[in-house]
């Protein structure tokens, strides 16, 4: 008789304990964190068109799902596709296992999925969420959001609100008399008002002093002037 009674219960006590879970699941992704955690510890091995990130080891995250996708697949689906590639890689992989566990984990598989072969560029606080922890210079480019401002080929950016940066490594050493194409274009980031290019206008290009780290101030001149 008691098994009988405690049968029902224990059922009952797993689908609550099933339900809690699964929303538990559902509590909304922290896509900002999921960006900037894909940046910093898969973007090295993985193209992923809207983090910036170029990484040629594994395969292309952007052409990944996109049969799929077109096929009817939904993002959610995905998102539980990338999860368990995260916590149950291949044996003999060179993907390392579990690289982002717990939240980060449901963050990153999140922002995957809602990045992953969507036209367009990330808008707002998530456009910028990759800059964290990013280190070459196209990657800082991406991420700072240069590219929403300013044409750049080599990056595929084509904004026009500031000049084209294409010819940057000729013209930054005839900006301003004695100073360096390095020291120009450093200041142009920390200091933008300080030289305006004729047929601009002050106050448009934001500072990034304080923004960019020392390391990323340099990447970020280098890939400029394609050093
Ligand atoms: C050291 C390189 C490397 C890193 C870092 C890496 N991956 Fe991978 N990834 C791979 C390789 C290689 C594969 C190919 C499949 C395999 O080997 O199992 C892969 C496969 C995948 C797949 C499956 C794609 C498909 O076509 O089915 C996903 C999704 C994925 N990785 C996501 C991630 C995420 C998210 C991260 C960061 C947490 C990450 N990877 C970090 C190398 C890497
Ligand atoms: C909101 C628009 C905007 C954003 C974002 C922006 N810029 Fe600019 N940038 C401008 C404008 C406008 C000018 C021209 C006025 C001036 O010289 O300050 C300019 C000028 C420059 C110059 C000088 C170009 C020359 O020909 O002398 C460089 C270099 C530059 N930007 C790099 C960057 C980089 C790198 C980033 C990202 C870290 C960035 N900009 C972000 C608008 C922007």
Known sequence: MSTLVKAPLAALSAVVLGLSLAACGREEADLSNGKAEFVQKCGSCHVLERAGTQ???????????????R?????????????????????????????????????????????TDRAGEDQGALAQAGLEGATSGRQIFIAAGCGSCHVLSKAGTNGTVGPSLDDLPQAAGEREPGMSPEEYVEQSLLDPDAYVVQGYQPG?????EGRLDERQVRALVEYLLGR
């Open 204 to 208: 448009v290009m934001p500072s990034f």
């Open 71 to 115: 096929s009817g697949m939904d993002r959610d689906t995905v998102q539980g596709v990338v999860r368990d590639q995260i916590a149950n890689v291949r044996r003999g992989s060179t993907m390392p296992e579990d690289l982002v566990t717990g939240e980060d984990a449901r963050d990153v598989a999140a922002y995957v999925a809602y990045a």
């Open 55 to 69: 990484g040629q080891t594994g395969p292309d995250l952007d052409s990944a799902f996109r049969a799929a996708l």
